[in-house]
């Protein structure tokens, strides 16, 4: 047994690179609105996620006895300008990057890992376990927010009259 959502976690990197192909430049900055994420600003979330939030939480309740931590903010780092103004790619390929090394760290973990504990400022006691099944969940809430956009830019507009039988949420 390992923990929850692993498999998940390895196979994002390649969901997303498939989604994606031939994706332009044009339409991976495509925004269906202001406070909206366009596919690169989505993809630059992914790697700071990656990096500032779930790792880091694992890994310290792996090596610390409860610790404590903040709620990650996503609505201030957006509002900061975190997620914008970086190629598609780059953001992509450092989210990858990070991933294969997330995933070694996360397959080298005993099972016993999975109900080493934290606390969450907001949420209270939280387990390896929860935060496995939130990163996974996180991951395909963002595949499916990646494939609507997709969707709605490069398949929906080339529907012809399908597209009347259609409906997109961007």
């Given at each position: ?98 991933r294969e ?37 996180h991951d ?8 609507e956009i ?21």
């Amino acid at each position: 047994m390992s923990l929850p959502g692993i498999d998940q976690l390895a196979a994002t990197p390649e969901i997303l690179r498939l989604m994606m192909d031939g994706l332009s430049e044009e339409d991976a900055n495509w925004k269906a609105g202001p406070k909206r994420f366009s596919i690169a600003e989505t993809l630059e979330h992914l790697s700071h996620v990656e990096g500032h939030c779930f790792r880091d939480r694992v890994e310290k309740m792996v090596d610390e006895g409860n610790p404590s931590f903040e709620p990650y903010d996503t609505d201030a780092y957006f509002a900061a300008g975190q997620y914008s103004g970086r190629e598609a790619e780059d953001s992509f390929d450092h989210f990858e990057e990070q991933r294969e090394l997330n995933i070694e760290y996360l397959r080298g973990l005993p099972d016993s890992a999975a109900e080493r504990t934290g606390v969450h400022s907001r949420l209270g006691v939280i387990t390896v376990a929860h935060v496995m099944n939130e990163w996974a969940f996180h991951d395909l809430g963002h595949i499916r927010q990646i494939a609507e956009i997709i969707r709605a830019r490069k398949f929906y507009a080339q529907s012809g009259p399908f597209a009347t039988q259609s409906k997109v949420n961007p």
